[in-house]
């Protein structure tokens, strides 16, 4: 299975720490938070990702090289303006292949386990498959219901999309042949048509996951890993 990452936004939220760093470069428990997932993605045998960039994509690009650094092949996938995370994945569908490919955004931490996700078999029947995880403070309404496996918008208790999911390439092509998008578009708007015919699957994580989309958030996790750590030393001695 291939494995694309996005990594292409801008990160206003984090201004200023963003304005000259890459929000894929910042520092998480002393490495860049897209090295983490490259790094858990390569330790269970996904090896080939792709990456979209844009925002001081150099930076980002320069770091990481072709991945063999880190056990992994990269293909990058630039784009001179980012193409929010539907416009993004359509750019990079003739990297992905026909076979469905493991997405993660890269602005996300989580302690899920992607083998749990290499492991689950697409159906026939299903276009795509969304880790659900419980509402943060930020999004206390939540995004999607789950009906036993099934992803809708049913007016039940919701669930928060973490931002890691398995996609159908053909999920992509057709809402394109479908709605003549422009370039520019989100995810949810491939994921709506899709969800309403009842084809995407689900799960629920129940783990740590945090978006990393603002400064507080971006601190809160690193005092909390940071805790962990000095936690986990102390337990060795």
């Given at each position: 299975?291939?494995?694309?990452?996005?990594?292409?936004?801008?990160?206003?939220?984090?201004?200023?720490?963003?304005?000259?760093?890459?929000?894929?470069?910042?520092?998480?428990?002393?490495?860049?938070?897209?090295?983490?997932?490259?790094?858990?993605?390569?330790?269970?045998?996904?090896?080939?990702?792709?990456?979209?960039?844009?925002?001081?994509?150099?930076?980002?690009?320069?770091?990481?090289?072709?991945?063999?650094?880190?056990?992994?092949?990269?293909?990058?996938?630039?784009?001179?303006?980012?193409?929010?995370?539907?416009?993004?994945?359509?750019?990079?569908?003739?990297?992905?292949?026909?076979?469905?490919?493991?997405?993660?955004?890269?602005?996300?931490?989580?302690?899920?386990?992607?083998?749990?996700?290499?492991?689950?078999?697409?159906?026939?029947?299903?276009?795509?498959?969304?880790?659900?995880?419980?509402?943060?403070?930020?999004?206390?309404?939540?995004?999607?219901?789950?009906?036993?496996?099934?992803?809708?918008?049913?007016?039940?208790?919701?669930?928060?999309?973490?931002?890691?999911?398995?996609?159908?390439?053909?999920?992509?092509?057709?809402?394109?042949?479908?709605?003549?998008?422009?370039?520019?578009?989100?995810?949810?708007?491939?994921?709506?048509?899709?969800?309403?015919?009842?084809t995407v699957a689900g799960a629920l994580h129940s783990g740590q996951w945090c978006d990393v989309g603002t400064i507080e958030r971006f601190r809160e996790l690193n005092q909390l890993l940071d805790s962990q750590c000095i936690s986990d030393k102390s337990q060795e001695r």
């Amino acid at each position: 299975m291939k494995a694309m990452i996005l990594a292409a936004g801008y990160g206003k939220r984090l201004q200023p720490l963003t304005n000259k760093t890459p929000k894929p470069l910042l520092s998480v428990a002393g490495k860049p938070l897209l090295q983490h997932h490259i790094e858990r993605l390569s330790a269970i045998g996904i090896t080939d990702i792709v990456i979209n960039t844009s925002w001081l994509a150099e930076q980002i690009e320069t770091f990481f090289g072709d991945g063999s650094d880190f056990g992994v092949s990269i293909t990058w996938s630039r784009e001179p303006q980012p193409l929010e995370t539907g416009g993004g994945i359509n750019k990079a569908l003739p990297y992905l292949g026909d076979q469905p490919f493991l997405l993660v955004n890269g602005d996300v931490w989580t302690d899920f386990c992607f083998l749990s996700a290499l492991n689950y078999q697409l159906h026939a029947d299903r276009s795509a498959w969304l880790l659900l995880v419980e509402n943060p403070d930020h999004n206390l309404d939540g995004d999607f219901a789950l009906t036993e496996d099934l992803v809708s918008y049913q007016p039940q208790k919701k669930f928060t999309f973490s931002g890691i999911s398995i996609m159908r390439p053909q999920l992509i092509r057709d809402y394109i042949k479908n709605n003549s998008a422009q370039p520019c578009f989100p995810l949810r708007d491939i994921l709506r048509p899709a969800i309403e015919q009842q084809t995407v699957a689900g799960a629920l994580h129940s783990g740590q996951w945090c978006d990393v989309g603002t400064i507080e958030r971006f601190r809160e996790l690193n005092q909390l890993l940071d805790s962990q750590c000095i936690s986990d030393k102390s337990q060795e001695r």
